[in-house]
């Protein structure tokens, strides 16, 4: 195993290979001594269009995590409305553009996340005045279906905004905001 990672980073690295007695998994622990590993982003295919049609205002851009099938969502701002679309591996779209909150031009900054069986969830924060944005939440199936009501998380007289927002396998969701 070192002379695996030594020949794939080129660095000195410590490896260590520890069996954990209840599931008997095997656990790699990584140290690199000089310089942090970054992973490279490369292109795997063209560029998909994501909302295309007549010249307005997009904004805040945001891709989930594909899941176990390499189907993701993107989450985008119109005009101040949040907007998601999950798509299969190859870019199609499998559903179209669904409007997220409350469909009014007062919902910017859309953030989602997707577990590994496919369903996702949206946070945005909804502008009530220029003083008082609120962060809430909405859960999908992985065929874009609402799963439940919008959830309000942060919702005080504060200027709660720019959530982000994570699922684990499990359906688990954590958000955080500004």
């Not at 199609?92 to 859309?110: E, F, L, N, S, Y």
């Amino acid at each position: 195993m070192k002379r695996f990672l030594h020949n794939l980073f080129g660095k000195k690295l410590s490896a260590t290979v520890r069996k954990s007695s209840p599931a008997k998994r095997l656990r790699l622990q990584l140290e690199q001594l000089d310089e942090r590993i970054v992973p490279a982003l490369v292109a795997v295919g063209e560029a998909i269009a994501v909302n295309p049609g007549p010249s307005i205002v997009r904004a805040h851009q945001a891709v989930a995590q594909a899941d176990n099938n390499g189907n993701f969502a993107v989450a985008w701002t119109v005009n101040d409305t949040a907007h998601v679309k999950v798509y299969d591996s190859a870019g199609t779209p499998r559903t179209g553009d669904i409007v997220v909150g409350t469909a009014d031009p007062t919902d910017p900054w859309a953030r989602v996340a997707m577990s590994p069986d496919g369903n996702f969830v949206v946070a945005w924060n909804h502008r009530f005045t220029s003083t008082d944005d609120d962060i809430y939440l909405q859960r999908f199936h992985a065929d874009g279906s609402k799963w439940g009501a919008i959830t309000g998380i942060a919702r005080s007289n504060a200027y709660e905004s720019e959530p982000s927002v994570a699922m684990d396998r499990y359906g688990d969701i954590v958000v955080a905001y500004t």
